[in-house]
């Protein structure tokens, strides 16, 4: 922490030097997600990283991009990755009660102390240096800080859309993982434009190895193509899904499926490239064996199994803490589910319908809440009617809230419940969330039930905070 802070170019002025407790730090990034709104953000980051001494250029990084599971991705990756001994810093948005949530070392959220300290360093270098950033630039070089300072074998940055302005998009990555594409310039097939495809592969320099796990062959051809003629290592796009435990085995297993591929890449072309001999990995390759295993060695493995990488998934936890959960000690069990689109609400409706099968629901109540533009009105009420033939439930639409800067207006009720009325499905509105949770906990009153909460960020930040609570792990 010293040789960053002693980075700051130093001025007698007690206003920019100023030390602001964590409240104070909260209130500033909570007040500065408009600031500086103009594309130019990397060039902003490149300055204020100099200051610094360029951290972000000595950290070996994985970049994840696209539309779904960009998080759940980088959770899985890194719990891999600590599996295999390294030590790895994860980068992710957006957080649903602290922006400690975003930064995560070695599978611990950093603290307090730590994220006041780096967040004025960071503040007060940008202050002193004239640089008018925006919260998203401040947080992306707290990352960059906070990662260096903690010398990480490797950093996971989550990459916003298709990552031209990221500011994170300074370092070099060794593995690009692009996630499901799901995008509204996408044709009646699926196809999107080679010129965003190339956006996305544009992340990519020689040296790294790029994956997808899309499911649109048209797409996975062109990105082929890019990828080729850009001189990164293109690898085979992933075909299976991990089996997880329902609701959470559709989109998590692509994505866990994705992270194992990621994991591995990074494994053997980066952390153990000049290894011989590998004990405990369930990733790497180990170099020079060629044949059968001798009969000393088969005895080995017979003394001490090597565990593999199915009994990994089957005892990792599918959930990302507050955004992907399913709470069973409540009454009723609650789903929490980060679903801010059509596809992804595909995926837990389906997982629910799955999870019934599995175990019948005694009552089931959905509270959906979304930001402005965030779903088709017309393709959602046809997903929910489609759903409601499946299994009976009830569902409530229901505002977002006023929260921190950086969430979207939102969804307008009336427009979708007018969607709902088209094909003949009922639904219940609800001026606020406290209004639809205590409707929901009247209409499922068996302990076998399930509310289930879905939607953008902000009706998950809701659910918390009606609860009381005022960290999620």
């Known amino acids: 922490m010293s040789t960053i802070k002693q980075a700051i170019p130093q001025k007698e002025t007690v206003s920019i030097l100023r030390q602001r407790n964590y409240s104070e730090v909260v209130e500033f990034f909570d007040k500065h997600w408009s600031v500086s709104l103009d594309g130019k953000g990397k060039e902003r980051v490149a300055k204020l990283d100099k200051l610094f001494n360029n951290p972000s250029q000595k950290l070996r990084t994985i970049f994840i991009t696209g539309t779904n599971g960009k998080s759940l991705t980088a959770h899985f990756a890194s719990k891999l990755l600590k599996r295999e001994g390294l030590t790895v810093g994860t980068f992710t948005s957006p957080h649903i009660l602290t922006y400690n949530e975003r930064f995560v070392c070695d599978n611990e959220t950093i603290a307090n102390r730590t994220f006041t300290e780096l967040a004025n360093d960071v503040i007060n ?4 240096a004239g640089i008018v950033a925006n919260t998203k630039e401040l947080l992306t070089q707290l990352a960059f800080n906070y990662f260096a300072s903690n010398n990480v074998d ?3 940055f989550e990459i916003d859309g298709s990552g031209i302005t990221d500011a994170a998009t300074l370092c070099t ?3 690009l993982a692009i996630t499901r594409l799901i995008e509204t310039q996408a044709d009646a097939a699926g196809k999107l434009p080679e010129s965003l495809l190339q956006e996305y592969v544009s992340l990519a320099k020689k040296q790294t190895s790029v994956v997808s796990a899309d499911q649109n062959k048209s797409n996975l051809k062109t990105l082929n193509e890019l990828v080729d003629a850009s001189g990164a290592q293109w690898s085979m796009p992933i075909r ?3 089996a997880l435990a329902y609701p959470f085995e ?3 297993g692509r994505c866990a499926a994705l992270a194992e591929r990621v994991a591995t890449l990074f494994v053997n072309n980066v952390a153990n490239k000049n290894a011989l001999v590998l004990t405990d990995s369930l990733l790497a390759k180990e170099k020079g064996r060629r044949g059968r295993p001798t009969l000393e060695t088969k005895k080995q493995l017979e003394l001490n199994p090597k565990k593999t990488i199915e009994q990994f998934w089957k005892d990792v936890s599918s959930e990302l803490g507050g955004r992907f959960q399913i709470l069973d000690k409540e009454k009723p069990t609650i789903l929490l589910d980060n679903s801010c689109n059509s596809d992804a609400f595909e995926n837990v409706l389906l997982g629910i319908r799955l999870l019934h099968y599995q175990r ?6 959905l509270i959906v809440a979304c930001e402005e533009g965030a779903v088709d009105p017309e393709l959602f009420a046809k997903q929910i009617r489609y759903f409601f033939k499946k299994i009976s439930g009830h569902i409530i639409l229901c505002p977002l809230g006023k929260t921190a800067g ?8 009336e427009k979708i419940n007018n969607a709902f ?3 003949k499905i009922k639904a219940r509105t609800a001026t606020h969330f406290k209004d639809a949770f205590d409707t929901a906990k009247k209409l499922v009153n068996d302990r076998h039930g399930l509310i289930a909460v879905l939607g953008s960020t902000g009706v998950l930040q809701e659910y918390w905070i009606y609860k009381g609570i005022k960290k999620v792990s």
């Open 421 to 423: 009325k088209a094909v």
């Open 240 to 242: 299976k899904v991990v």
């Open 125 to 128: 270098a940008a202050d002193t």
């Open 360 to 365: 019948p629901l005694k009552g089931l109540t």
């Open 173 to 175: 990555p060794d593995v």
């Open 154 to 156: 490797v950093a996971i």
């Open 250 to 252: 559709q989109l998590h």
């Open 406 to 413: 950086w969430q979207k207006p939102s969804w307008d009720i």
